[in-house]
T-cell receptor
Framework: GENVEQHPSTLSVQEGDSAVIKCTYS??????FPWYKQELGKRPQLIID?????GEKKDQRIAVTLNKTAKHFSLHITETQPEDSAVYFC???????????FGTGTSLTVIP | GAVVSQHPSWVICKSGTSVKIECRSL??????MFWYRQFPKQSLMLMAT?????????EQGVEKDKFLINHASLTLSTLTVTSAHPEDSSFYIC????????????FGNGTRLTVT
């Protein structure tokens, strides 16, 4: 099955700096890669996603890049703010199998 | 939109008893419901996938007779932890999906289960 690895497990940045979280996947058939943000005690919320026919997608301060050849994708948060502090999960969904496999999560702390 | 309501948010039960967790999609029809288990500071581990009207598909290592999943309608799925043991204590979270496949997941708020 699909195996998703996520790094780093924890990340601290100063407010205003950028944060980058990286994920790799094993199944070359995966074609959909969402990112979820989970604040303490709350449900995971979809923040951005990318499909395999696109190399990059941006939504305001958040961007995701995908390298299909290397089988890795990354989340980029620019101009970080304290409210960006949360746990971020990447996920991959193999084509033809409607199952989502999650990375191990990255706890991001933005220091004011 | 796309709200999933999960109840209860927390429950404490004694060993040997059963606990039912409900997930309702309030404003959409969840063709597929996924059930995850999350350990402290760890990722979401997929337990099973259920499609409305069909038997759930369980991930390897998940006991289907222990974790009973029912998805009888497009707006309701339930997970019953039978004969609960302390090692079943965990955070259980459901997520619904519209139309399947090309749709993202919409998560419930989760249920914190503590078995004493």
């Amino acid at each position: 099955g699909e195996n998703v690895e996520q790094h780093p497990s924890t990340l601290s940045v100063q407010e205003g700096d950028s944060a980058v979280i990286k994920c790799t996947y094993s199944d070359s058939a995966s074609n959909y890669f969402p990112w979820y943000k989970q604040e303490l005690g709350k449900r995971p919320q979809l923040i951005i996603d990318i499909r395999s026919n696109v190399g990059e997608k941006k939504d305001q301060r958040i961007a995701v890049t995908l390298n299909k050849t290397a089988k890795h994708f990354s989340l980029h948060i620019t101009e970080t703010q304290p409210e960006d502090s949360a746990v971020y999960f990447c996920a991959a969904r193999p084509e033809l199998r409607n199952q989502f496999y999650f990375g191990t999560g990255t706890s991001l702390t933005v220091i004011p | 939109g796309a709200v999933v309501s999960q109840h209860p948010s927390w429950v404490i039960c004694k060993s040997g008893t059963s606990v039912k967790i409900e997930c309702r999609s309030l404003d959409f029809q969840a063709t597929t419901m996924f059930w995850y288990r999350q350990f402290p500071k760890q990722s979401l581990m997929l337990m099973a996938t259920s499609n409305e009207g069909s038997k759930a598909t369980y991930e390897q290592g998940v006991e289907k007779d222990k974790f009973l999943i029912n998805h009888a309608s497009l707006t309701l799925s339930t997970l019953t932890v039978t004969s609960a043991h302390p090692e079943d204590s965990s955070f259980y979270i459901c997520s619904g999906q519209i139309h399947s496949y090309n749709s993202p997941l919409h998560f419930g708020n989760g249920t914190r289960l503590t078995v004493t």
